[in-house]
């Protein structure tokens, strides 16, 4: 898993979940944060709270190349600085009031989003299409333990079923969660993706009961 | 058309936000549900003896069951909204009205525990409201996958309505929706539709709407 260390990727969302103009919360080592895509389709990365009243960021909403608070409006920039105040129109928000913002990079139908100047580019995907993203109740053992494979360095996870090779990418979560990232090869056909889809919710179940019995333990 | 009505009832917005996608108006005659406990004095029970709201009355047509009224409005006034012919259709439009009851006992029941002080194990309502929306969010899933963007069809119907407003109260019971991607853009997708209206907790896209201009003020 990348997520571990200041200066890695976390693979915090799928592209298909983030249309453009939209703002959604996501998941870092370092906390919650706001991602969203501006109207012209560019990604930012921003911690999850406006300076002003401590709103989440990711209640609120993207009009044209800026993220609005929903509280009081006060709106950012893809750089986090404050655009504009709207209970101040005359004043042009000072340079020190601005959100801090993190490096976010899309690749292959994957966001990634680093705490701190990662040194390389986020792995790449060998071919796998991602499908859908789930949070699983369960540390990472305990989803290997369900899938009966092991994580690779990079979060991976293959499990073959009836409904194809099926590659999890997992992201660890606070208090025991996992985001699970469900990757499928190539161009699979409708009934093959709604088998897939089944088949992980399965493995969610598992795993969960697997942590549950671990925990009462 | 008459509507028992309480603001902050999710079930009654169901109606409200029908009517308001179908073009009727309603005259809403409003129920002092907390603190008065009005939809359980005699007046009202002779209305609808399992003692809630919404209620709506039409003529000598009175429903005491959201669904209904749901199915009521869109006849009456836009078909568009029912199952078409194609029996999938007509099939998950009856399963996911059927559903709805149960955000409404899960999440609905966390809602009131925690806003109205409702007694009721909450850990429990909690986990029930979570895997309802689990089994939503895969509905979605699959539906997305035979590339519809709703849950009986590419166009919405009653069923969405149905499930919609508890969905999006969920926080106030303490279920997060920060989990669910594909609720999310169905979400989204209702409230962008025409004739959408808010009730509390449940806002419109700002987005949708130009900024508002401000007056510049030479400082």
């Given at each position: 898993?990348?997520?571990?260390?200041?200066?890695?990727?976390?693979?915090?969302?799928?592209?298909?979940?983030?249309?453009?103009?939209?703002?959604?919360?996501?998941?870092?080592v370092?906390?919650?944060?706001?991602?969203?895509?501006?109207?012209?389709?560019?990604?930012?990365?921003?911690?999850?709270?406006?300076?002003?009243?401590?709103?989440?960021?990711?209640?609120?909403?993207?009009?044209?190349?800026?993220?609005?608070c929903?509280?009081?409006?006060?709106?950012?920039?893809?750089?986090?600085?404050?655009?504009?105040?709207?209970?101040?129109?005359?004043?042009?928000?000072?340079?020190?009031?601005?959100?801090?913002?993190?490096?976010?990079?899309?690749?292959?139908?994957?966001?990634?989003?680093?705490?701190?100047?990662?040194?390389?580019?986020?792995?790449?995907?060998?071919?796998?299409?991602?499908?859908?993203?789930l949070?699983?109740?369960a540390?990472?053992?305990?989803?290997?333990?369900?899938?009966?494979?092991?994580?690779?360095?990079?979060?991976l996870?293959?499990?073959?079923?009836?409904?194809?090779?099926i590659?999890?990418?997992?992201?660890?979560?606070?208090g025991?969660?996992?985001?699970v990232?469900v990757?499928?090869?190539?161009?699979?056909?409708?009934?093959?993706?709604?088998?897939?889809?089944?088949?992980v919710?399965?493995?969610r179940?598992?795993?969960?009961?697997?942590?549950?019995?671990?925990?009462?333990? | 058309?008459?509507?028992?009505?309480?603001?902050?009832?999710p079930?009654?917005?169901?109606?409200r936000?029908?009517?308001?996608?179908?073009?009727?108006?309603?005259?809403?005659?409003?129920?002092?549900?907390?603190?008065?406990?009005?939809?359980?004095?005699?007046?009202m029970?002779?209305?609808?003896?399992?003692?809630?709201i919404?209620?709506?009355?039409?003529?000598?047509?009175?429903?005491?069951?959201?669904?209904?009224?749901?199915?009521?409005?869109?006849?009456?006034?836009?078909?568009?909204?029912?199952?078409?012919?194609?029996?999938?259709?007509?099939?998950?439009?009856?399963?996911?009205?059927?559903?709805?009851?149960?955000?409404?006992?899960?999440?609905?029941?966390?809602?009131?525990?925690?806003?109205?002080?409702?007694?009721?194990?909450?850990?429990?309502?909690?986990?029930?409201?979570?895997?309802?929306?689990?089994?939503?969010?895969?509905?979605?899933?699959?539906?997305?996958?035979?590339?519809?963007?709703?849950?009986?069809?590419?166009?919405?119907?009653?069923?969405?309505?149905?499930?919609?407003?508890?969905?999006?109260?969920?926080?106030?019971?303490?279920?997060?929706?920060?989990?669910?991607?594909?609720?999310?853009?169905?979400s989204?997708?209702?409230?962008?539709?025409?004739?959408?209206?808010?009730?509390?907790?449940?806002?419109?896209?700002?987005?949708?709407?130009?900024?508002?201009?401000?007056?510049?003020?030479?400082?």
């Amino acid at each position: 898993m990348l997520s571990d260390t200041t200066g890695s990727w976390t693979p915090v969302a799928l592209s298909q979940d983030l249309p453009a103009g939209t703002v959604i919360p996501a998941y870092i080592v370092s906390g919650s944060i706001a991602l969203w895509r501006s109207d012209s389709g560019r990604i930012a990365a921003s911690a999850d709270r406006c300076p002003h009243r401590g709103m989440r960021l990711s209640h609120g909403f993207v009009r044209g190349e800026a993220i609005s608070c929903i509280y009081h409006g006060w709106s950012y920039a893809q750089s986090g600085h404050c655009l504009r105040i709207p209970a101040h129109p005359g004043l042009k928000p000072p340079e020190t009031i601005r959100v801090a913002t993190y490096v976010v990079e899309e690749a292959d139908g994957v966001i990634w989003v680093a705490a701190g100047a990662p040194g390389s580019m986020p792995p790449g995907l060998d071919g796998f299409v991602p499908f859908r993203s789930l949070t699983v109740h369960a540390a990472r053992a305990a989803i290997e333990d369900a899938a009966g494979a092991t994580a690779g360095p990079e979060g991976l996870v293959d499990i073959t079923s009836g409904a194809g090779n099926i590659r999890l990418l997992l992201s660890a979560q606070d208090g025991d969660r996992t985001l699970v990232h469900v990757l499928l090869v190539g161009e699979a056909d409708a009934a093959t993706r709604i088998s897939a889809s089944r088949t992980v919710e399965s493995l969610r179940r598992t795993a969960e009961d697997r942590q549950e019995k671990a925990a009462a333990q | 058309m008459k509507l028992y009505d309480y603001i902050l009832s999710p079930s009654c917005y169901k109606v409200r936000l029908m009517a308001s996608l179908t073009g009727v108006t309603l005259d809403l005659r409003p129920v002092d549900f907390h603190p008065g406990a009005e939809h359980r004095s005699a007046a009202m029970l002779a209305l609808n003896p399992a003692g809630c709201i919404p209620i709506l009355e039409d003529g000598d047509l009175l429903l005491t069951e959201s669904a209904a009224m749901l199915a009521y409005l869109a006849a009456k006034a836009a078909p568009a909204w029912l199952a078409g012919e194609k029996p999938e259709e007509a099939a998950r439009v009856q399963q996911w009205l059927a559903f709805s009851s149960r955000l409404t006992a899960s999440l609905g029941g966390a809602r009131l525990h925690e806003m109205l002080l409702r007694p009721g194990d909450i850990a429990v309502l909690q986990r029930q409201g979570i895997a309802a929306l689990r089994e939503l969010e895969a509905g979605l899933v699959e539906q997305g996958v035979r590339g519809m963007r709703f849950l009986a069809s590419e166009r919405p119907t009653i069923a969405d309505i149905a499930c919609f407003p508890y969905v999006a109260l969920a926080p106030d019971g303490g279920v997060a929706l920060d989990p669910y991607p594909a609720i999310r853009l169905w979400s989204r997708a209702l409230r962008s539709l025409d004739g959408f209206i808010e009730m509390p907790g449940i806002h419109r896209l700002h987005e949708l709407k130009p900024e508002p201009p401000i007056p510049t003020v030479e400082v």
